[in-house]
């Protein structure tokens, strides 16, 4: 991965400290936590709480919330706590705050992945925008030289194109409100060239053309392109590949959950990256970290929701 400094210009943001001040530029975010009673996720709210950034609305089990505030000598004491035992219901009270405008931001605690999703997916009730609900992280890699977007690591296993269309959108509009004027996306495959035998290829090439044609507007599209062509400017040189994305990227394009999840886990345990992370989609900016993540990519995916 190219260590050469690039442009920082377009609004692009070099570390994930740099949230902290969009997110101090911004109004105050309220924070709605579904089944609060976890010990990873009171700590993280705790600490953006301590910075300024959100005020927290804790769903869940009272006693217990404050057991675990006992434990970890945090403070809770000036947060509004709910009391609901039953997991599902407290889904659904947290989804409600946010869908009636009571809450900014909807965050999943100590509850399964499926049990917290049924709540936000609920037709009725839910917090339900588009088509598509989709998973994007922001990195923090020692060697490149500003902030790198991944899309999708986590919700849709095997994106077809219409639905590669729709997480790009909501990767591109998430990033414009975080500031990037026009975000310069790769679309990765194996290969750049266009080959019919790999379907991420022709992906690749037609949201390209979407891009070039205003179908996708507010970005700088560019695939397929190979990883090391998206992140590297002098192997996009040594390939002779002329592009405005190719070694410059701010969001990568994945094809598909396994290439996702091996990058963003790559990125993680191998190159001590630092992570924020959000599920785009619906009505709100949704927290939901994995069991894996460190507590410093936890507080940086709150204070990246409290950004927007």
Same mark, same amino acid.
């Given at each position: 991965?190219?260590?050469?400094?690039?442009?920082?210009?377009?609004?692009?943001?070099?570390?994930?400290?740099?949230?902290?001040?969009?997110?101090?530029?911004?109004?105050?975010?309220?924070?709605?936590?579904?089944?609060?009673?976890?010990?990873?996720?009171?700590?993280?709210?705790?600490a953006v709480d301590r910075m300024g950034l959100v005020e927290a609305i804790?769903?869940? +089990? =009272?006693?217990?919330?404050?057991?675990?505030? !006992?434990? %970890?000598?945090?403070?809770? *004491? $000036?947060?509004?706590? /709910?009391?609901?035992?039953?997991?599902?219901?407290?889904?659904?009270?947290?989804?409600?705050?946010?869908?009636?405008?009571?809450?900014?931001?909807?965050?999943?605690?100590?509850?399964?992945?499926?049990?917290?999703?049924?709540?936000?997916?609920?037709?009725?009730?839910?917090?339900?925008?588009?088509?598509?609900?989709?998973?994007?992280?922001?990195?923090?890699?020692?060697?490149?030289?500003?902030?790198?977007?991944?899309?999708?690591?986590?919700?849709?296993?095997?994106?077809?194109?219409?639905?590669?269309?729709?997480?790009?959108?909501?990767?591109?509009?998430?990033?414009?409100?975080?500031?990037?004027?026009?975000?310069?996306?790769?679309?990765?495959?194996?290969?750049?060239?266009? +080959? =019919?035998?790999?379907?991420?290829?022709?992906? !690749?090439? %037609?949201?390209?053309?979407? *891009? $070039?044609?205003?179908? /996708?507007?507010?970005?700088?599209?560019?695939?397929?392109?190979?990883?090391?062509?998206?992140?590297?400017?002098?192997?996009?040189?040594?390939?002779?590949?002329?592009?405005?994305?190719?070694?410059?990227?701010?969001?990568?394009?994945?094809?598909?959950?396994?290439?996702?999840?091996?990058?963003?886990?790559?990125?993680?345990?191998?190159?001590?990256?630092?992570?924020?992370?959000?599920?785009?989609?619906?009505?709100?900016?949704?927290?939901?970290?994995?069991?894996?993540?460190?507590?410093?990519?936890?507080?940086?995916?709150?204070?990246?929701?409290?950004?927007?």
């Amino acid at each position: 991965m190219t260590t050469t400094t690039g442009t920082t210009g377009n609004g692009c943001l070099t570390k994930l400290s740099d949230l902290n001040e969009l997110a101090r530029k911004s109004k105050k975010k309220r924070l709605a936590v579904a089944v609060a009673h976890d010990e990873h996720c009171l700590e993280a709210i705790c600490a953006v709480d301590r910075m300024g950034l959100v005020e927290a609305i804790l769903v869940g +089990n =009272e006693k217990k919330i404050h057991e675990i505030a !006992g434990k %970890l000598n945090l403070d809770v *004491s $000036q947060m509004r706590i /709910i009391n609901e035992e039953v997991d599902a219901n407290s889904v659904k009270i947290a989804v409600s705050m946010v869908r009636n405008k009571e809450a900014d931001i909807l965050m999943k605690g100590n509850v399964p992945t499926a049990v917290f999703l049924r709540g936000v997916l609920d037709k009725e009730n839910g917090l339900r925008k588009g088509d598509v609900l989709s998973h994007f992280a922001l990195f923090e890699v020692p060697t490149y030289h500003k902030l790198l977007g991944l899309t999708d690591a986590a919700m849709i296993p095997a994106p077809d194109f219409k639905t590669k269309v729709a997480l790009t959108v909501n990767a591109v509009e998430f990033m414009n409100k975080l500031g990037y004027a026009k975000p310069k996306v790769a679309v990765l495959a194996a290969v750049e060239m266009v +080959n =019919e035998a790999m379907p991420a290829t022709l992906d !690749g090439a %037609l949201l390209s053309k979407m *891009s $070039q044609r205003g179908q /996708i507007k507010n970005c700088i599209i560019d695939g397929p392109l190979a990883y090391d062509n998206a992140v590297s400017a002098a192997s996009a040189k040594h390939k002779g590949i002329v592009s405005d994305v190719a070694g410059d990227a701010d969001l990568l394009i994945v094809p598909d959950i396994e290439a996702g999840n091996i990058l963003y886990k790559a990125f993680g345990f191998s190159a001590n990256a630092k992570l924020a992370a959000v599920v785009l989609g619906a009505a709100a900016p949704i927290v939901l970290t994995s069991r894996s993540d460190t507590e410093e990519s936890k507080q940086a995916s709150i204070v990246m929701a409290a950004a927007i």
